[in-house]
């Protein structure tokens, strides 16, 4: 079924290449993130370097689990080409390298005698936000009835509706967040739109960074945790919405309190094209990501 998916998809996007509306709003190997930066796609894979079930107590941190992986492993040993490396949970180590030799790197007798093991990333798959649906449609029309008027009405179990916004106030239309094949969601953004019943419904990459808006720590949401109100705009003690203060500069609370970080710090909190953490946040996520 993937196969002739792939097939059916490729011979229709020859076709619509000819369509000059479609040309132009091809998007290439990038991902364009609502309010925030445009990140090209890499070739890379994954995969996470952590302690084995039995040498758990001898590693007490990421940082420790990375120092003794640089000591063991060499990237010549197996030809790997690194991307970039960060900290993860369990006290692992993320990696990601091009075309890395997964049969060798499991192999490394290095990484047995310190006893780390080596697990592979899965990645998942892409997510989308449509609007203007209309609004009495439920979930499970939106994915048969998207299948059926944009891609051939064959592909339901490559859709998924994750969450549906429900209809402003004394509006016919609402959104969606949909989690689609890689293939699918390649040619629904290069037409650029998506056929509803007699609607025509905007599409683009959903990219969703989990931070409460609270206190504008990352990992939970506000109605989760009774943390102190903190303002993504000017740094004051109050939630960003009850600002008094929008009229200045905005001030970034996470970055001024951030010992380790030394550089600009006028911007907001929530602003992923300027805030440095964030916005590796993102990149981070769509490396894990996987967009065919």
Do not use: W
């Amino acid at each position: 079924m993937a196969l002739r998916l792939a097939m059916e998809l490729r011979m229709r996007s020859q076709v619509g290449s000819r369509d000059p509306l479609r040309r132009s709003c091809a998007r290439g190997a990038e991902v364009r993130v609502s309010g925030g930066p445009t990140v090209e796609l890499t070739d890379t894979t994954s995969f996470i370097v952590a302690p084995g079930h039995k040498h758990v107590t001898k590693y007490d941190s990421s940082q420790a689990t990375k120092d003794v992986l640089c000591r063991v492993l060499r990237p010549s040993d197996c030809g790997l080409r690194v991307n970039r490396v960060s900290l993860t949970r369990g006290n692992g180590v993320k990696i990601e390298a091009f075309s890395p030799d997964m049969d060798r790197i499991k192999a490394h007798p290095g990484l047995a005698a310190a006893g780390l093991v080596v697990q592979e990333n899965i990645k998942l798959n892409p997510r989308l936000i449509m609007h203007g649906i209309p609004a009495d449609m439920s979930a499970e029309e939106i994915k048969t009835e998207l299948a059926a008027q944009n891609l051939s009405g064959e592909h339901c179990n490559d859709i998924k509706v994750i969450y549906v916004f429900p209809p402003k106030k004394d509006r016919h239309t609402k959104g969606c967040v949909l989690e689609v094949a890689p293939i699918i969601r390649k040619t629904l953004l290069d037409c650029g739109r998506v056929f509803l019943r007699y609607a025509v419904c905007s599409v683009a990459d959903h990219v969703r960074i989990l931070q409460c808006y609270r206190c504008l720590q990352f990992g939970h949401m506000a109605k989760t945790r009774k943390s102190k109100p903190a303002c993504g705009h000017c740094a004051g003690d109050h939630e960003m919405k009850d600002c008094p203060k929008r009229q200045v500069s905005p001030a970034c609370l996470n970055c001024i309190q951030n010992k380790n970080f030394s550089g600009d710090t006028a911007h907001s909190a929530m602003d992923s094209k300027r805030y440095p953490i964030l916005g590796r946040k993102i990149k981070v996520k769509i490396a894990d990501t996987n967009y065919g």
